[in-house]
């Protein structure tokens, strides 16, 4: 597009693409016909393609490079993706074709510039592209990142990203991202005799950190045994004098840790026991001051779950 190159954008620029499912293998070297590998989309476009290692459920595609070999490498795996899905209608009897699908992790600061004022901007994508773009509300776990869903044609979704990269190269991230990291598959865990156990095919694993978390909490009024008035651990007092502990959040991170509506503050202070204050932003400042207070357990507790967050 000569449009984007004459204004300046062949700079390098990184995309996010999260993969699940059985999408993460049409990228995969195994899985693509005569030599159409990732390597292969490597060498056409002149983009760095990683996908990331692990047994999880979903993988990171990170694309990195000039935005004309992002293009490129993005169209190759739009008509990759659009391929399979006419290969999947072949035998069947669905009528209509879904579109082509892609999920870009973009960090949340940058999502209020794709957003626009009044969602003018992405607005403005989807009509000029024909692409349908989802911005996600939440951010994806333990992260500063939110998901970015488009749909559509090939074409549109080259269009879409094009878009995309100008407004991502006009609003750098704002602070520290912290990047998505996709988990593997937790296994189910069992409490049992005061003791944590990971379920492991036909067996239960002892799972000391789990353990030590579940008798933190046990301690607590709120999951007070049935027929005990107070906390009934050998070794613990009851009268466990309480002390304060203050530590800061950066201001891009207190969102996750407050949840919407404060749904993840309360529940933090509910398995905690503790009481947990955040101070109001103060102007100049690029954090947030946090005040918990407790017995040592319930505030080691609250800091665990903070981090956590």
């Given at each position: 597009d000569p449009k984007v190159s004459e204004g300046g954008l062949n700079v390098t620029l990184t995309i996010r693409l999260l993969m699940h499912g059985k999408v993460k293998h049409l990228l995969l070297p195994q899985q693509l016909p005569k030599g159409e590998t990732v390597k292969k989309m490597r060498e056409e476009s002149g983009a760095r393609i990683n996908i990331s290692e692990g047994s999880c459920p979903e993988r990171i595609v990170t694309i990195t490079g000039p935005t004309d070999a992002i293009f490129k490498a993005f169209s190759m795996i739009a008509l990759k993706f659009e391929e399979d899905i006419n290969a999947s209608m072949t035998n069947s009897t669905v009528t209509s074709k879904p579109p082509v699908t892609l999920r870009l992790v973009v960090p949340a600061s940058q999502c209020g510039s794709l957003i626009g004022k009044g969602g003018s901007k992405i607005k403005e994508i989807r009509e000029s592209t024909g692409a349908q773009v989802q911005v996600a509300g939440d951010m994806l776990p333990n992260s500063t990142e939110r998901a970015v869903t488009i749909s559509g044609t090939p074409d549109a979704i080259i269009q879409c990203v094009k878009q995309i990269c100008v407004v991502m190269l006009e609003s750098p991230p704002k602070g520290a991202t912290i990047p998505y990291r996709p988990k593997p598959a937790s296994a189910p865990i069992i409490f049992a005799g005061g003791q944590a156990f990971t379920i492991q095919g036909q067996y239960a694993i002892p799972h000391p950190d789990l353990t030590k978390l579940h008798q933190l909490?046990?301690?607590?009024?709120?999951?007070?045994?049935?027929?005990?008035?107070?906390?009934?651990?050998?070794?613990?007092?009851?009268?466990?004098?309480?002390?304060?502990?203050?530590?800061?959040?950066?201001n891009d991170l207190i969102g996750c840790i407050i949840g919407r509506q404060g749904s993840k503050i309360n529940e933090i202070r509910q398995m905690s026991g503790a009481q947990i204050k955040i101070a109001n932003a103060t102007e100049g400042s690029a954090e947030r001051q946090v005040t918990i207070t407790g017995s040592p357990a319930n505030i080691s507790l609250a800091q665990y779950l903070i981090n956590a967050r």
């Open positions: 909490a046990m301690q607590h009024p709120p999951f007070t045994p049935l027929g005990q008035t107070t906390p009934g651990f050998p070794g613990l007092d009851a009268t466990t004098p309480t002390s304060s502990h203050e530590l800061t959040i950066p």
